[in-house]
């Protein structure tokens, strides 16, 4: 089993930024890729940003590309997304997903685990 709790989220203006955290504890962290999902209300859950087991290798949705940055510390157990230049748009539950695999991908049905979610709201 792996536990996965996210932090970080809150209320920001257009234009602002956050920086989520999801730390993760039970199994070998860097055995896993680690993604970022996010859902609106009334919304599909759609993938955000992924990051391999090892760090080398990253993948962005379009909508967030030049805007997120995804990252990980395997010595800490943790996987951060920096958010910048926010859009109301980007209003959303954000949580964060853990695949047994070398590289992530845009199907959440392809994850293991999941954590309880954290809210981002934007205001305009």
């Known amino acids: 089993q792996v536990q996965l709790v996210e932090s970080g989220g809150g209320l920001v203006q257009a234009g602002g930024s956050l920086r989520l955290s999801c730390a993760a504890s039970g199994r070998t962290f860097s055995n896993y890729a680690m993604s970022w999902f996010r859902q609106a209300p009334g919304k599909e859950r759609e993938f955000v940003a992924g990051i391999s087991r090892s760090g080398g290798s990253t993948n962005y949705a379009d909508s967030v590309k030049g805007r997120f940055t995804i990252s990980r510390d395997n010595a800490k157990n943790t996987v951060y997304l920096q958010m910048n230049s926010l859009k109301p748009e980007d209003t959303a539950v954000y949580y964060c997903?853990?695949?047994?695999?070398?590289?992530?991908?845009?199907?959440?049905?392809?994850?293991?685990?999941w954590g309880q979610g954290t809210q981002a709201t934007v205001s305009s």
């Open positions: 997903a853990a695949k047994r695999a070398a590289y992530t991908g845009v199907v959440y049905k392809d994850y293991d685990y």
